[in-house]
């Protein structure tokens, strides 16, 4: 368990405070308060996690893409996700934890990755609604991650947030040529945003009042807006959207206050949220399972490296 | 490798808190903490740097430039890459 805060130096304790407040950037040789500390490689993994695992549902269309174009942008973009989860596990590591002790983490169920993995993409119209959706609920959320606290998550940040912006375009353009498309493409669009709305909203995660680490983490600058403040800038800006290539989001009650400039919505069911977040959602155990498997698979190539590395150093002392 | 000397470091400054760390320059040093001091009393005469890290010379792996060309290479057809690639509707806000 990480120390109380009670327990820390107290006057080391206060200059960190201090330094947070000056919006001056956590390094990591900087002390640091455990509880910084443990929060931080809790956030950050679970962020790690949600790029590698994201891959899957749409590493299940490059096969089935229906065009050379659309399959090299697709491979384009999982390729970013995959580096985008290499950026954060790395640093992640600066935080005192290993890559295995991260992984193992994952694969005992005790880190989590975003719930919206937890989906299928069943149709190609997904992948447009993807990116779209996901990753443009991911944008909001980043974009706000890269005044972060702590250094090299920050920077992370900056440099995730310059290659994501094709990942939204690309999807919002599926999204906007089958609307615009034959019935049946236009009816296969509407589907897939029915499908990921709330998905997507509800990667925000649960109302601020209900969320356990909110108000030390905006303290210590770890997030810098609340859950349910992301959540509402994502509407604002994907709702005007979805009009544009007239599509309709599956909400009755959405509403746009004219006074304060924000929509009013429906409440999401936090029944279907805490139930994927339980591990009870359509594709948890097949994400879970396939990580676990594709894991497992490349134990011999690590070995391999390792072997070739020792054969490659000994050949330089030797020569 | 190691002569009269000392060993070669590189210097790499963090211009303000939070910014990436950027190489300036190298230096010679017996140790780790005369490094350190060397890189303090050599690049940070002016208030450049608000943190230092040094790494030696010999443990950087670098590209060639004689393979520059091959090595990028494969980044020069992949156009899609890029947010402009794309092709949004009239009017299409905040994307
Ligand atoms: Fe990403
Ligand atoms: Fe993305």
């Given at each position: 368990?990480?120390?109380?805060?009670?327990?820390?130096d107290p006057?080391?304790?206060?200059a960190?405070?201090a330094?947070?407040?000056?919006?001056?950037?956590?390094?990591?040789?900087?002390?640091?308060?455990?509880k910084?500390?443990i929060?931080l490689?809790?956030?950050?993994s679970?962020?790690?996690?949600s790029e590698?695992?994201?891959m899957?549902?749409?590493?299940?269309?490059?096969?089935?893409?229906?065009?050379?174009?659309?399959?090299?942008?697709?491979?384009?973009?999982?390729q970013?996700?995959g580096?985008?989860?290499?950026y954060?596990y790395c640093?992640?590591?600066?935080?005192?934890?290993?890559?295995?002790?991260?992984?193992?983490?994952l694969h005992?169920?005790k880190?989590?990755?975003?719930?919206?993995?937890?989906?299928?993409?069943p149709?190609?119209?997904?992948?447009?609604?993807?990116?779209w959706l996901?990753d443009?609920a991911?944008?909001?959320?980043?974009v706000?991650l890269?005044?972060?606290?702590?250094?090299?998550?920050?920077?992370?940040m900056?440099?995730?947030?310059?290659?994501e912006?094709?990942?939204?375009r690309?999807?919002?353009?599926?999204?906007?040529?089958m609307?615009?498309?034959?019935?049946?493409?236009?009816?296969m669009?509407q589907?897939?945003?029915?499908?990921?709305w709330?998905p997507?909203?509800?990667?925000?995660?649960?109302?601020?009042?209900?969320?356990?680490?909110t108000?030390?983490?905006?303290?210590?600058?770890?997030?810098?807006?609340?859950?349910?403040?992301l959540?509402?800038?994502?509407?604002d800006k994907?709702?005007?959207q979805a009009?544009?290539?007239?599509l309709?989001?599956?909400d009755?009650?959405?509403k746009?206050?004219?006074?304060?400039?924000?929509?009013s919505?429906?409440?999401?069911?936090?029944?279907?949220?805490?139930?994927v977040?339980?591990?009870y959602?359509p594709?948890?155990?097949?994400?879970?399972?396939?990580?676990k498997?594709?894991?497992?698979e490349?134990?011999?190539?690590?070995?391999?490296a390792?072997?070739y590395?020792?054969k490659?150093e000994?050949?330089l002392?030797?020569? | 490798?190691?002569?009269n000397?000392?060993?070669l470091?590189?210097?790499?400054?963090?211009p303000?808190?939070?910014?990436?760390f950027?190489?300036?320059?190298?230096?010679?040093?017996?140790?780790?903490t005369?490094?350190m001091?060397?890189?303090?009393d050599?690049?940070?005469?002016?208030?450049?740097?608000n943190?230092i890290?040094?790494v030696?010379?010999?443990d950087?792996v670098?590209?060639?430039?004689?393979d520059?060309?091959?090595?990028?290479?494969?980044?020069?057809?992949?156009?899609?890459?890029?947010p402009?690639f794309?092709?949004?509707p009239e009017?299409?806000?905040n994307?």
């Amino acid at each position: 368990m990480a120390k109380e805060l009670e327990e820390e130096d107290p006057i080391k304790l206060a200059a960190f405070q201090a330094k947070i407040d000056a919006e001056i950037k956590i390094e990591p040789k900087d002390w640091m308060p455990e509880k910084y500390r443990i929060g931080l490689i809790r956030q950050m993994s679970q962020h790690a996690h949600s790029e590698v695992i994201g891959m899957q549902p749409e590493g299940n269309w490059v096969s089935r893409a229906p065009s050379l174009r659309a399959k090299k942008i697709l491979m384009a973009k999982i390729q970013d996700e995959g580096g985008h989860g290499l950026y954060l596990y790395c640093a992640t590591e600066t935080l005192g934890t290993s890559r295995d002790e991260i992984l193992e983490n994952l694969h005992a169920g005790k880190a989590k990755y975003a719930s919206v993995f937890n989906y299928p993409a069943p149709t190609w119209a997904d992948m447009g609604a993807i990116g779209w959706l996901v990753d443009g609920a991911a944008i909001v959320n980043q974009v706000s991650l890269q005044k972060t606290s702590y250094g090299p998550y920050s920077r992370a940040m900056v440099r995730i947030c310059k290659e994501e912006s094709f990942h939204q375009r690309q999807g919002y353009e599926i999204m906007a040529n089958m609307a615009k498309g034959s019935a049946a493409q236009h009816k296969m669009a509407q589907d897939a945003l029915d499908r990921w709305w709330w998905p997507s909203l509800m990667m925000f995660g649960p109302h601020d009042s209900e969320s356990a680490h909110t108000s030390q983490s905006m303290k210590w600058k770890i997030k810098r807006e609340t859950n349910d403040s992301l959540r509402q800038q994502f509407i604002d800006k994907t709702v005007p959207q979805a009009e544009l290539i007239g599509l309709k989001i599956p909400d009755d009650n959405l509403k746009l206050d004219s006074e304060t400039g924000h929509y009013s919505h429906t409440d999401i069911d936090w029944d279907e949220f805490w139930n994927v977040i339980k591990g009870y959602g359509p594709c948890n155990k097949k994400r879970l399972d396939h990580h676990k498997k594709a894991h497992a698979e490349g134990q011999w190539v690590r070995e391999a490296a390792i072997a070739y590395a020792k054969k490659q150093e000994l050949k330089l002392k030797t020569a | 490798m190691e002569d009269n000397q000392g060993i070669l470091w590189e210097v790499f400054l963090q211009p303000k808190a939070g910014r990436p760390f950027k190489h300036v320059g190298s230096l010679h040093a017996y140790d780790k903490t005369m490094a350190m001091e060397s890189a303090r009393d050599l690049y940070t005469r002016r208030g450049e740097g608000n943190g230092i890290w040094i790494v030696k010379a010999e443990d950087i792996v670098a590209s060639q430039p004689e393979d520059e060309a091959s090595f990028f290479e494969p980044a020069n057809d992949k156009v899609y890459r890029h947010p402009t690639f794309y092709t949004m509707p009239e009017g299409a806000k905040n994307i």
